[in-house]
Nanobody, 131 residues
Framework: QAQLVESGGGLVQAGDSLRLSCAAS????????VGWFRQAPRLEREFVSA????????YYADSVKGRFTISRDNAKNVVWLHMNNLKPEDTAVYYC????????????????????????WGQGTQVTVSS
């Protein structure tokens, strides 16, 4: 089981940037894909982005494509979500999660965008964007 700790959230204005971090321990981090999800009040948890274990393949929700960038450093056991040009509709609690399948060989957006693909979740970090 992986332990995940998100950080980097905060209160910003529209157009600002933030970098979220997801620090992992408890597993061989480099053998698992990682995803970011978010959940706004009264809404379902939604997919934001995912990155393969090597970092060579990434996926994004249409709503964040071109503004958010996911990256990872396996030596440091960290995944980042760089968020630029933030909008009020980006306001949510952001969660990182680790794939339940080690050394996944088939990596697709449809699979990685499903919450049930992931086994371990962090506690989340709040991002609030004011207009």
């Amino acid at each position: 089981q992986a332990q995940l700790v998100e950080s980097g959230g905060g209160l910003v204005q529209a157009g600002d940037s933030l970098r979220l971090s997801c620090a992992a321990s408890g597993r061989i981090f480099s053998t698992y894909a990682v995803g970011w999800f978010r959940q706004a009040p009264r809404l379902e948890r939604e997919f934001v982005s995912a990155i393969s274990r090597s970092g060579n393949t990434t996926y994004y929700a249409d709503s964040v494509k071109g503004r958010f960038t996911i990256s990872r450093d396996n030596a440091k056991n960290v995944v980042w979500l760089h968020m630029n040009n933030l909008k009020p509709e980006d306001t949510a609690v952001y969660y990182c999660a680790v794939d339940r399948k080690e050394l996944r060989t088939y990596f697709s957006r449809s699979i990685m965008s499903r919450p049930e693909t992931y086994a371990d979740w962090g506690q989340g970090t709040q991002v609030t964007v004011s207009s």
